[in-house]
């Protein structure tokens, strides 16, 4: 790897704020993430630490490979195959008997500057404008996992111990030179979290039926289907480079429509149903691990859309990356482009296992002045307000946070690490990657 020099504009970036909520804030996340919003979109993201050890692995992986394998929108022929092997896989959260493993595909993405190409006067743009395509690769999460660690390996060597900085450095330094290729399954639907129970199993069921409905009457394109796995399963475990997070946008009510909202109670028959559930999962050995605590928290990512204070309970039909979580599987280098969150919503993202993600953001009352930077400087000055919108809504614009602080715009940076949720805010622009261990 060899002595890597830390750029300065790097060194003088401002860290994002970080919250730990008490037991008590933690039980109601659409009134925490208002409490924040003050002071933390003043940055345009932050951390939220929970009051609760991350899940181990084994579960997280046990979790993905059953919604994995439920995906419709992975396409018949992948589906077909989503029960390639089954194999006992025991759980230090626990028992995951005759565990099916899923498959899924990845993007490869492109890194680095083609140098005849940005050279052209043509495409001044073509230098900060990626080409993302189709790999037509199909991977169990062990088989990526161990492509993901070869090419970690190819780069950082065998080192055990790389600070983010360096890797911050690695990536930019690498985002300037010849190209090299990276794969990335992002925007795929599902989640990492396990299934609520209770409750909370409650809002699930109607988000089920919900997504039944919306594909009952017509297919989602595969935009809907596709955006970075940090259910953000955006990630990688600790110590290997296979990245799994998840993502979910969330809109706090403003505090005044925070009124007082009772929650419906499951009837006999549900209530029933949940108990004959839980027996059948193995839930009872499961209990009071770190896993299944998070999972049957207000936190998890599969029923927060739908929980009281959150506008999005109101949308009649289920919306992949809305109202429920879409999932990212990322490998050390895995990126995702300058963007802000459809309609200007909240996202809640949170990292399941793997090694840390870095994460850049331009405050929300910045956007303006952020896109004219895009425009005139990343993009050349050759397109109108509108073409550059356009460019930049395809997500593939990768732009140095240098060119923005270098522009008096501020911008901050945030490293996310397994078990921690990341919250950006309403119109706060943002772009990020992924580690390996």
Known sequence: MGNVEIPIWLKGLPLAPEFRPTDTEFADPIAYISKIEKEASAFGICKVI???????????????????????ELGSDIADSA??????????????????????????????QNLKRARGAVQPQSGVHKQVWQSGEVYTLE????????FARSLLGMSKEVSPVVVEAMF???????????????????????EPEGLFQYFQSRRRRRRRRTFGRHCLGSADCEKHIADNVRDSHSNENKNVA??????????????????????????????????????????????WKLSNSPWNLQVIARSPGSLTRFMPDDIPGVTSP??????????????????????????????????????????????EVIRSQA????????????????????????VVVASRIPCCRLIQNPGEFVVTFPRAYHVGFSHAP
């Not at 840390?356 to 896109?371: I, L, Q």
């Open 50 to 72: 929970p009051p609760l050890p991350k899940p181990s692995k084994r579960y997280v992986i046990s979790n993905l490979n059953k919604s994995l394998s439920k995906c419709p």
């Open 83 to 112: 029960v390639c092997s089954s194999e006992k896989m025991g759980s230090g959260d626990g028992d995951a008997d005759g565990e099916s493993r899923a498959v899924f595909t990845t993007r490869q993405q492109e890194l680095g």
């Open 143 to 150: 088989q990526f996992e161990s492509k993901s660690k070869a």
């Open 172 to 194: 930019w330094k690498a985002a300037s030179e010849k190209p090299i290729y990276v794969e990335y399954a992002n925007d795929v639907p599902g989640s990492a979290f396990g």
């Open 246 to 291: 998840t993502k979910n946008n969330v809109t706090p009510s403003l505090p005044t429509s925070k009124s007082c909202t009772s929650l419906p109670i499951p009837s006999s028959d549900e209530s029933s149903r949940i108990s004959r559930q839980k027996n059948l999962n193995g839930s009872n050995e499961m209990e009071g691990t770190a896993g």
């Open 326 to 371: 879409m999932v990212y599987i990322g490998m050390l280098f895995s990126w995702f482009a300058w963007h802000v969150e459809d309609h200007e919503l909240h996202s809640l993202n949170f990292l399941h296992t793997g090694s840390p993600k870095t994460w850049y953001a331009v405050p929300g009352d910045y956007a303006f002045s952020f896109e």
């Open 379 to 402: 993009y050349g000055g050759n397109l109108d307000r509108l073409a550059a919108l356009s460019l930049l809504g395809e997500k593939t614009t990768l732009l140095s946070p240098e």
